[in-house]
């Protein structure tokens, strides 16, 4: 696969709620398409780190926001979750970390959890497949 020119960055905000899993999902996936990055796994990183922010950052009711920005930074995909919730720390209630995180670490190149005031941030990046004639002697 060839990329003729990069994606333009991609920038949404949603409710921090179930629903918004799929439109992050679904918002995500041409831009892997188009940078030449394994959608599968862009996909299911941005559903998880979604999911991590309508369940775990906002408590007692509250919904807020999760943004969900994607540009090709250096030759990768880096896709970033924000949001303005409680931060990541570890809850009484939970029996271990879970299976978003280490689902998202298994799938991206590379993850690192920000603290942001407020809330949190994932930064997930994703190589890019190189071109047909990458490599040729041509």
């Known amino acids: 696969m060839t990329v ?3 994606p333009e960055p991609m920038q949404l ?12 999902r679904r918002a995500v996936r041409p831009i892997a ?7 599968h796994a862009v996909s299911v990183c941005v559903s998880e780190a ?6 775990h950052a ?5 919904v807020g926001d999760v943004r969900v920005f994607a540009e090709i930074v250096c030759g990768q995909l880096e896709v970033r979750v924000e949001d303005d919730g409680i931060g990541i720390s570890p809850r009484d209630d939970s029996t271990g970390m879970g299976l978003g995180l280490p689902l998202i670490a298994a799938w991206a190149d590379f993850v690192e959890i920000e ?24």
């Open 4 to 6: 003729e020119s990069p």
């Open 13 to 24: 905000t949603l409710l921090a709620t179930t629903e918004s899993v799929t439109a992050a």
């Open 33 to 39: 398409l188009r940078s030449g990055a394994d959608a």
């Open 50 to 55: 979604v999911a991590n922010a309508a369940f």
């Open 58 to 62: 906002y408590r007692a009711g509250q």
């Open 115 to 138: 603290p942001i005031h407020p809330g949190s941030r994932i930064v997930m990046r994703f190589e890019l497949a190189r071109g047909e004639t990458e490599g040729d002697d041509h």
